[in-house]
């Protein structure tokens, strides 16, 4: 019988985020060709009897090969970030091109180009950091992006060197609203942060477990008010990145009550760990420093709340890769104060498999969810959908296969990546993704990596609905009367 296809994944569970399906699967010039039972003749074949098979997971909250808010160097680099997401089921990610405010954005966005390109081993897309919002950014820099397929800005309320003013804040998503491109933002009350840090290392208060105490929850829920008052005012869509408290998620999901054009996005980080992991002896906690910092159970049940009702429509690693050293978490080496260490968690391996552990050997989360969690969300709100996220004829062969009955414990060696540690060190995990194909290419199986170096595609993205504006009767400005608008009353 002559080969139609190129590659067969027989007898799987099908699962996507409309539901599951026993099914064959072929794959044909690195698209899904066929879905239904009983299919033959390809070149090589699958057998996936007693296994899911998902789309390939979507990481698109990542740090990778860039320099971080402190001024230093991720551990991982375009390759060891991307082999670590392919052994942990992601076959896309969405990493930052971060400007700094000395850098041009055409010179950020060619270096990252160049650097992702030589070294990818998966599908990628870039977010753009923007730090220095002027004149010729606002015309010119960011309607050239986003024409070219880069459909997303991150913005920072805090750190000093990344962080906006609310009138800078209001420009970008202006623009971002005119050429319909989504907004994420980094919601922390800077000035609050800041100031219960200087008193806190004032009265000799250094040590890693000072860093949860001083991001409040009322830091993160005072900025998430503000983000969603300044993008009702020009009603432009923003997603908050990682959402970690209470209130934060209710003010998301009255917001989306009421209307608004408001994302929520939480990582492993909130839902598995808490700020006590940050009072470990010595520095150690400084392994779990990142920002907004882990809370405690009740926030761990808001978020897993957040996710069951949709307030929280994304789950992202945030992988924020440091090593446990001078080079990384450390600066200063013993004198380290928690105001100096590198923040950020790694997650990006560790994502899907926590996620299906605790959701859905669990019975906590249904397949489908884990699946629009894992990666189908993140198509839809970021312009991928149906190239990426998707088990249907025509979409790019990007595929996890899923062994539920495979039980492994985290453990830093087990990983890929450069960072040394993880966070979830000693974790019992149920489940894994034993085979892992990215636009038809068996790019891992059975713990192996088969895929070359800058085998990884970059991908122009296309408007998404989540960048359309909700709509909202926005005043132009030249005839804003201060008692005679909507937002006034
Ligand atoms: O602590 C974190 N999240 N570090 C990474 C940078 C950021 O704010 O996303
Ligand atoms: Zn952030
Ligand atoms: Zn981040």
Redesign the pocket.
């Known amino acids: 019988m002559a080969n139609t296809y190129d590659l067969l994944i027989r007898n799987g569970k099908l699962a996507t985020a409309e539901g599951t399906r026993d099914a064959d699967l072929a794959v044909r010039d690195g698209r899904i060709a066929a879905i239904a039972p009983g299919l033959c003749g390809a070149r090589r074949e699958i057998d996936a009897t007693g296994k899911l098979v998902v789309p390939g997971g979507i990481d698109s909250?990542t740090?990778i090969e860039q320099v971080s808010a402190f001024g230093i160097m991720c551990a991982d680099d375009f390759h060891s970030a991307t082999v670590s997401a392919a052994h942990g089921g992601t076959t896309t990610t969405i990493s930052?091109a971060a400007q700094h405010r000395d850098m041009l954005i055409p010179e950020v966005l060619a270096d990252y180009h160049r650097r992702a390109a030589e070294k990818a081993v998966i599908d990628y897309a870039f977010h753009l950091i923007v730090a220095n919002p002027t004149g010729d950014t606002l015309d010119e820099d960011l309607p050239r992006a986003i024409a070219h397929g880069l459909r997303s800005f991150k913005l920072y309320m805090t750190y000093e060197r990344l962080r906006l003013s609310d009138e800078q804040i209001l420009d970008v998503l202006s623009v971002a609203r005119a050429h319909g491109a989504l907004t994420m933002v980094?919601a922390e009350n800077h000035g609050m942060i800041g100031w219960l840090a200087g008193k806190m290392a004032g009265a000799g208060n250094v040590l890693p477990r000072y860093h949860a105490i001083c991001h409040t929850r009322g830091a993160e829920a005072e900025a998430i008010n503000r983000i969603i008052a300044l993008a009702e005012l020009v009603d432009a869509p923003v997603l908050v990145?990682?959402v970690s408290t209470v209130e934060g998620i209710d003010t998301i999901r009255k917001a989306r009550a009421r209307g608004l054009k408001v994302f929520g996005e939480t990582c492993p980080q909130y839902l598995f760990l808490t700020a006590k992991d940050l009072d470990r002896g010595g520095l150690d906690g400084a392994m779990f420093c990142c920002s907004p910092p882990p809370r405690d159970e009740a926030a761990q049940q808001a978020c897993w709340a957040g996710i069951s009702d949709g307030t929280l429509e994304m789950y992202s690693s945030?992988h924020?890769p440091y090593r446990f050293d001078a080079s990384g978490k450390l600066p200063k080496g013993e004198k380290t104060t928690f105001k100096d260490v590198a923040n950020?968690v790694p997650g990006l391996e560790l994502r899907l498999p926590l996620l299906f552990s605790e959701g859905v050997a669990t019975g906590r989360i249904s397949l489908e969810e884990f699946v629009k969690l894992s990666s189908t969300n993140h198509a839809r709100t970021y312009g991928l959908y149906p190239r990426k996220g998707e088990l249907a004829v025509g979409s790019d062969a990007d595929i996890a296969i899923w062994d539920p009955a495979v039980k492994r414990t985290a453990t830093a060696s087990m990983l890929h990546d450069a960072v040394g540690y993880t966070p979830y060190e000693g974790r019992s995990i149920s489940g894994w993704p034993v085979t892992v194909i990215s636009r038809g290419d068996v790019i891992v199986h059975e713990g192996e990596l088969h895929a070359e170096r800058g085998r990884g595609r970059y991908l122009a993205r296309e408007a998404a609905d989540s960048a359309r504006p909700a709509g909202l009767h926005v005043p132009e400005v030249s005839q804003l009367d201060a008692w005679d608008t909507p937002l006034s009353r």
Do not use: R
Request: charge should be negative.
């Open positions: 909250h740090h930052f980094h990145v990682h945030d924020a950020g």
